[in-house]
């Protein structure tokens, strides 16, 4: 049924690197009226890279989804314009370059995952050991001589010159084992319990290990002061649940959970506290002059204020004048310059990844991959609304990266090695089942 | 730079990036509507052979699927017999997981349309029946393959 369609995944592909480079060439105009010097190198680069990202997933992946991939390069581009433009402007912190080499990294972990990862299965045969590395990875910060502490937030490992946060990872490595233990226990996880009132409740020793694994991933993040991850793992564990059960009752006890999680957080905690006051009353004058107060979500709200409909035009705006304009805030400063209807495009660019992601799931033919494809999309589309609706003020900022676009290398690895995952799944489902050889005879031979 | 030329620009890209965003769902748009070959190839045999011979009063001219996914496809009966199955070159193609490559055949004998199962793992069911053998198909009488429901109509 399904075609390989690569000539339009080519095309596509051609396609987004061709904004990418039309971006390029618009902020050169837009800021001194030249086409950058460096355009044809930057544009060559992400090219190239791109190139070599098709090559190793037409030769690993053949039927793998045709969209993944130039959807991704599209987000990933239009960061590395927006970075280039704000360190253009003169942010010391912001680094295209940097930035350019992440992306290679990157296409590489994309690459060997999906060259290391001939079958995905695998993965449910490594679940416990998942649930081990992810929890790890987000104690290893905690340790003394190798993490390390940047903007407050103890979430970074020091290697060499290089500092990762290895919670991006660690996400992954949870929705591994969420989805390889639901689909163990996920029939007496729905059927095997009691009933309380309406919700039904699945036996302790069912759910045991999963709510200690969940429980202190939320702990070390909460002691981290790394909010925007511990509220990705929570919906990210919810909506696995909810998937592998089919029970409404989870997405109910997991909203009234989170109810109750967030108020006792904002008594407890004084940086959630103050997260929600600078969320409520942003525009109070006491708020926006305070250290670590409203300032930067206002500016944000300014930028995407000024850019309007069609925004100022690329180049042509004030970005930069948003405190981390190029990372945790990258979709204000992208607001600004390519206004609502740029906003929009990203925004459904985004949409389209993570359908791309349920579609495998729909399209996959053992509950394990159903589980894990439909666990990873939720994370990337779960990122991208927290993120947005905390710049936007619809929900309280918590500081996470906007997937492919923000600075930031951890992140994108993570990210790339996602989309690999969610490529060698769209492969396997995508690919026609293995045809019976008619008139055989008595037994019928399987051909791959 | 004159002020014209930029706010093009800005035009421009802001279209390109939409233009990106349509050609994508293009891309997908068979995932979302099902293959649109499915009822084109019948719909031009049709205008040839309509003149030569007109099907008479109280023959069927249309093949209605009134039931599962592809519920509302109709295709004009001509001549040439129908396939129906999961294979890519059946004339009404089904997704189902039910319904076996090559499922079944409907082909006109004196004016009247047969139907035929070509050894499908589910059967092929005329209203209750189970299709053994080629039986004439009376018009709006069910036939039901896996998950759809075909009917002829006049």
Redesign the interface.
Known sequence: ?TAK?RG?QLG?LA??VL?VM??YA?VG??IN?KVPSGMLGYGLGLGGLMLAAYLVLARWAPWAD??LL??VT?VNGIGLVMIYRIELAGERLASAASQLMWTALGVVMFSATLIALRDHRVLQRLTYTAGFAGLGLLVLPMLPFIGREINGARIWVGVGPFSIQPAEFAKLALVVFFAGYLVAKRDVLALAGRRLLFIDLPRARDLGPIVITWVISLGVLVLQKDLGSSLLLFGAFIVMLYIATQRTSWVLIGILLFIGGAFVAGQIFSHVEARFDVWLHAEDQRLYTAVGGSEQLMQGQFAMGSGGI??T??G?GYPYRIPLSFSDFIFPAVGEE??L??LM??L??YA?IV??GL?TALAARDPFTKLLAGGLSFILAWQVFIIVGGVTRLIPLTGLVTPFMSAGGSALLANWMLIALLVRMSDAARRPPP?AIQDEGMTQVMQR | MSELTLLLIRLAFLAVLWFFVIAAVGVIRTDLFGPRTAPAPARKPVKQPRPVSKPKKGEPRQLIVTGGPLQGTIINLTETPITIGRANDATLVLSDDYASSRHARLFPQDGQWIVEDLGSTNGTFLERSKVTRPTPVPLGVPIRIGKTVIELRK
């Open positions: 049924m369609r339009a596509m396609f987004a904004i039309g971006a618009s105009l837009g009226g045709p969209l130039p959807l599209l069609l925004g035009g690329l042509q390519l206004g209807t740029g495009a990203i459904m660019v389209l359908e791309r579609r045809q």
